[in-house]
């Protein structure tokens, strides 16, 4: 059934496109805006190993107390609750 016909005798089911995805066609589902695709290769880019200039070095403190803010569990084990 052809789509003019299915919507002409009620059968199409399909839901509009919302939010972003009815702005943009890179939005919708394996788009290629960077916010959508940041958030949909999230997972594999944290696989990738850190570089050695981004390690924080345990024996700087304030870089240490930054990291401490950021992270839940060092902030327990910096407040003695670990």
Do not use: Y
């Not at 009815?22 to 696989?47: D, T, V, Y």
């Not at 390690?55 to 910096?78: G, K, Q, T």
């Amino acid at each position: 059934m052809s789509l003019d016909k299915a919507v002409k005798h009620g059968k199409e089911r399909r839901k509009p496109h919302t939010g972003g995805k009815l702005i943009a066609n890179s939005c919708r589902n394996h788009g290629g805006c960077p916010w959508c695709e940041g958030n949909r290769l999230h997972k594999h880019k944290r696989r990738e190993p850190i570089p050695d200039d981004h390690i924080i070095d345990p024996e700087e403190p304030h870089l240490m107390r930054l990291f401490c803010v950021l992270d839940s569990s060092c902030l327990l084990a910096c407040q003695g609750r670990a």
